[in-house]
């Protein structure tokens, strides 16, 4: 079946420093992908997403990379701050009904 | 603020008893989702409806049956629960897909 392949499933970053997240997914008609962050004992919130009709999207310290060819795209944070550890989800749509399959997740942890 | 409402949020239970998980949401969204979250393998589609008629198993469905009451409604069931289906359940909307996901708090369920 499709799948989404997320890494690390755990990063350390020093405040301040950039931290990239990578998902590769299986599905070439996959046209959507978004990034979700979940904080500890909270709900999952989306921060970006990207279609395929675009290579690259930034919002702030936010971005999200697409290469359709490689099937693979990322999460860039910069100028990372406490409040950016969680865990963050990649996700793909597939079918026409764009459900979502989903990565793993990532455990983000800033180190002071 | 419309919000995602799910109850209960923590239940414990036994083995071979039935469970409902119930939703509401009051977003306008006609879209509506049930999702397993466990650590480690990211979020799992149980069972989605688009509108009060429409009704589509996602990965996961065996085990588990839902019924979407109203617009605004959508409620899981397990009609005898295993300890396997312990997990963090979660509720989410949205608008016209592709497009964000709006979730729940989740419901912690325990089977013993």
């Known amino acids: 079946g499709e799948n989404v392949e997320q890494h690390p499933s755990t990063l350390s970053v020093q405040e301040g420093d950039s931290a990239v997240i990578k998902c590769t997914y299986s599905d070439s008609a996959s046209n959507y992908f978004p990034w979700y962050k979940q904080e500890l004992g909270k709900r999952p919130q989306l921060i970006i997403d990207i279609r395929s009709n675009v290579g690259e999207k930034k919002d702030q310290r936010i971005a999200v990379t697409l290469n359709k060819t490689a099937k693979h795209f990322s999460l860039h944070i910069t100028e990372t701050q406490p409040e950016d550890s969680a865990v963050y989800f990649c996700a793909a749509s597939i079918g026409s009904n764009y459900q979502l399959i989903w990565g793993a997740g990532t455990k983000l942890i800033i180190k002071p | ?112």
């Not at chain 2, 997990?87 to 912690?108: H, I, K, N, V, W």
Request: net charge neutral.
């Open chain 2, 1 to 112: 603020d419309a919000d995602v409402t799910q109850t209960p949020r923590n239940r414990i239970t036994k083995t071979g008893k039935r469970i409902m998980l119930e939703c509401s949401q009051t977003k306008g969204h006609d879209r509506m989702y049930w999702y397993r979250q466990d650590p480690g393998l990211g979020l799992q589609l149980i069972y989605y409806s688009f509108d009060v008629k429409d009704i589509n198993k996602g990965e996961i469905s065996d085990g588990y049956s839902v019924s979407r009451q109203a617009q605004a409604k959508f409620s899981l069931s397990l009609e005898s629960a295993i300890p396997n289906q312990t997990a963090l359940y979660f509720c989410a909307t949205s608008d016209s897909g592709p497009g964000e996901l709006f979730f729940g708090e989740g419901s912690r369920l325990t089977v013993l």
